[in-house]
T-cell receptor, first 115, second 114 residues
Framework: AQSVTQPDIHITVSEGASLELRCNYSYGATPYLFWYVQSPGQGLQLLLKYFSGDTLVQGIKGFEAEFKRSQSSFNLRKPSVHWSDAAEYFCAVGARPGGSYIPTFGRGTSLIVHP | DSGVTQTPKHLITATGQRVTLRCSPRSGDLSVYWYQQSLDQGLQFLIQYYNGEERAKGNILERFSAQQFPDLHSELNLSSLELGDSALYFC?????????????FGPGTRLTVL
């Protein structure tokens, strides 16, 4: 079965600093990979997804992620963080048990942004 | 606003009781997914319906059941509630059957079992 590890429970950055959130997955084939963001009191919103092709994926709100097959990683990056980016970030892997591609989510990384 | 609505926003009930959570998907979306988010387990997939039919099943307890109606809204029924069922329950929708399509999440229903 597929699994996702987000090693960092909390990340604190200063506004304007760069950001990298780590995600490692376990799956026997090329998975579908997602990053979602959850703002306080809100549902999840898709930031970006990788299915195939270019391993550097651009998303909304200035985020990007890079798929590295050799490292089984799909890290999320942003060059300059804004205070409004403070939220919970979830990495997910979609595999195909029974053809469903249901995503398995990591435990999340809480991003704290200092002014 | 994702376009997915969930009612109620909050629900407080007692152990042993039964509750129904309701979800209206985005206009035109045929798939509805239910997730449970708790501190212990994180975000767990429960069940997916596509155009009225069960499409995929995850870690859903036998005490829980769901259905999708002809107007495509969905209900999640939780019975014989236990303290451990306290969680945030999310509904998500997407246009197609395959779950790798973007899912649009509702704001959730927070269930507290006392």
């Amino acid at each position: 079965a597929q699994s996702v590890t987000q090693p960092d429970i909390h990340i604190t950055v200063s506004e304007g600093a760069s950001l990298e959130l780590r995600c490692n997955y376990s799956y026997g084939a090329t998975p579908y990979l997602f990053w979602y963001v959850q703002s306080p009191g809100q549902g999840l919103q898709l930031l970006l997804k990788y299915f195939s092709g270019d391993t550097l994926v651009q998303g909304i709100k200035g985020f990007e992620a890079e798929f590295k097959r050799s490292q089984s990683s799909f890290n999320l990056r942003k060059p300059s963080v804004h205070w409004s980016d403070a939220a919970e970030y979830f990495c997910a892997v979609g595999a195909r048990p029974g053809g469903s591609y249901i995503p398995t989510f990591g435990r999340g990384t809480s991003l704290i942004v200092h002014p | 606003d994702s376009g997915v609505t969930q009612t109620p926003k909050h629900l407080i009930t007692a152990t042993g009781q039964r509750v129904t959570l309701r979800c209206s998907p985005r206009s035109g979306d045929l798939s509805v997914y239910w997730y449970q988010q708790s501190l212990d387990q994180g975000l767990q997939f429960l069940i997916q319906y596509y155009n009225g039919e069960e499409r995929a099943k995850g870690n859903i307890l036998e005490r829980f059941s769901a259905q999708q109606f002809p107007d495509l809204h969905s209900e999640l029924n939780l019975s014989s509630l236990e303290l451990g069922d306290s969680a945030l329950y999310f509904c998500a929708s997407s246009p197609l059957a395959e779950a790798y399509n973007e899912q649009f999440f509702g704001p959730g229903t927070r269930l507290t079992v006392l």
